[in-house]
């Protein structure tokens, strides 16, 4: 019994992520057409590699990443950046699973708060710092 309300609960953490997760695929697709590679990690897509590096870096400073998570899809510019922040982002996954479609407009919100504080939004943004905490626990 216990294992099938493991499985329930974990049909329903992607369900309520799923919404995010579908912005994740879309770009999945366009990182596939541009020769990313594709596997499953822990429950997570990630795809990482191809043409994501030269197109990021296309977009404004201000959007540019080496990697970030949509629902249940991790997305890189290197392996390498993937690697590296593979357990900061798991943490981004579980946000996802928490909050669902509704972490869009809080990260946002958190980040916009931040710019009106006049604090760094990426640095100052509560998810991020949850992340961070994270890595910190593991480094140390």
Partial sequence: MKSIMSRAMKLLRYAWASPCSIVGLLLLLAGVFSGASVRVVAGV????????????????????????????????DTRTS????????????????????????????????????????????YFERQACKIDEGRTQ
Avoid: D
């Fill in 45 to 76: 897509i990630e795809v990482a590699g191809g043409r994501f590096a030269p197109w990021v870096s296309r977009l404004p400073r201000c959007l540019q990443f080496s990697v970030i998570t949509f629902g249940h899809v991790i997305l890189a």
């Fill in 82 to 125: 993937l690697a590296c922040h593979r357990v900061h982002e798991q943490v981004h996954v579980r946000q996802y699973e928490k909050w669902g479609i509704l972490f869009f407009p809080l990260y946002c919100g958190s980040s916009l708060t931040q710019l009106l504080c006049g604090r760094n939004p990426y640095s100052g943004n």
